[in-house]
């Protein structure tokens, strides 16, 4: 979830051993300059994302047209989604290298809130591409199925099914592990704190139902509006709405393909680590920024400016707000 292992005795010190990784590597140390630089640029990094999501929550907040569509709450609910996401692995980072170890019932929240929004993100993806397969498939229905209303219960049963499977977790802590545990400080990672064979498999079980759903929405999605657009042809009315629908599902599933880097880390990683060995730390670094943080700058902001309704508003908000801050002479 985060760059670091728990195998690690100190945050800034690597020692591996070839039963890990299958490779000898000496102990790393980073120097107390590089340490401050990465925790700066990542700060810097997440705080720039986190405030280009502000803006875009604004501009949904400010606009009836956006708040009052379905099409649009989904999107600022996967925004709102990633920032939460990303601060709480950001948190987890920085935590790793300012205490190294941290009380393990705050550990325990911040891990299982990034495990609810990273699950989130796959579901709210298929959302959105049933609801772009309605307006261009069932175009009379979609008012009537694509309610605000129902929209908003979506996101609740959204949450509601990744909390439980959260809390899940923790309910096999309490039953496994002594009290102690959560009086304890432990180096924050999901694997200290939820490794029971339990845990672990219930985890790889749901990424892979939750990624074979949400791939076969969006397929299933694209083709029935690709037929659209092919039906289409000869109508010039209904032929462009077709062909932008098909693109946007395409998009959502390149979001989809960013999202599964978070499943598919511990392969990058150490397919990495075999090609650069004695980078350990460097590594899980990028990797990390690779993984975590640029996906939750580069779906939201690709989606959000490609939409034109959204992207006109976006631009008038910008342009307001810096005639705001030009004081006349």
Not at 51 to 63: D, G, P, V, W
């Amino acid at each position: 979830m985060f760059p670091c292992n728990r195998e690690l005795q100190d945050p800034h010190i690597v020692t591996m051993n070839s039963s890990s990784y299958n490779f000898n590597v000496t102990s790393y140390r980073d120097s107390q300059g590089t340490v401050v630089a990465k925790n700066v640029f990542l700060l810097a990094l997440g705080l720039t994302i986190n405030y280009i999501n502000c803006t875009l929550i604004h501009t949904f907040r400010k606009h009836q047209i956006l708040y009052l569509n379905p099409r649009y709450i989904l999107f600022i609910h996967l925004v709102l989604n990633d920032m939460i996401q990303l601060t709480a692995t950001i948190s987890l980072f920085f935590f790793s290298y300012v205490f190294y170890e941290i009380q393990a019932t705050l550990c325990c929240l911040i891990v299982s809130l990034a495990i609810c929004t990273t699950l989130n993100t796959p579901l709210n993806l298929a959302a959105m591409a049933v609801e772009c397969y309605i307006a261009v498939c069932l175009p009379l229905r979609h008012a009537e199925l694509c309610t605000i209303r129902r929209t908003y219960i979506l996101i609740g049963w959204i949450w509601a099914m990744n909390i439980v499977s959260a809390l899940s977790d923790v309910f096999i802590v309490l039953a496994t592990q002594p009290l102690q545990l959560f009086h304890s400080t432990i180096f924050c990672e999901w694997n200290n704190l939820f490794r029971h064979p339990v845990s672990v498999k219930k985890r790889e079980v749901s990424y892979i139902i939750y990624l074979i759903g949400v791939w076969f929405t969006l397929l299933y999605a694209y083709f029935k509006i690709f037929l659209a657009a092919e039906a289409a042809k000869g109508s010039k009315s209904g032929d462009g709405d077709a062909k932008k629908a098909s693109k946007t599902i395409l998009l959502h599933g390149f979001q989809l393909l960013l999202c599964m880097l978070t499943y598919l880390a511990h392969v990058i990683r150490n397919a990495l680590l075999n090609l650069f060995p004695k980078h350990f730390v460097h590594v899980f670094f990028v990797s990390y920024i690779i993984i975590q943080v640029l996906p939750r700058f580069i779906s939201p902001m690709v989606y959000g400016l490609r939409d034109k309704t959204f992207r006109q508003h976006l631009k008038k908000h910008l342009i307001c707000k810096l005639r705001s801050t030009i004081t006349p002479w």
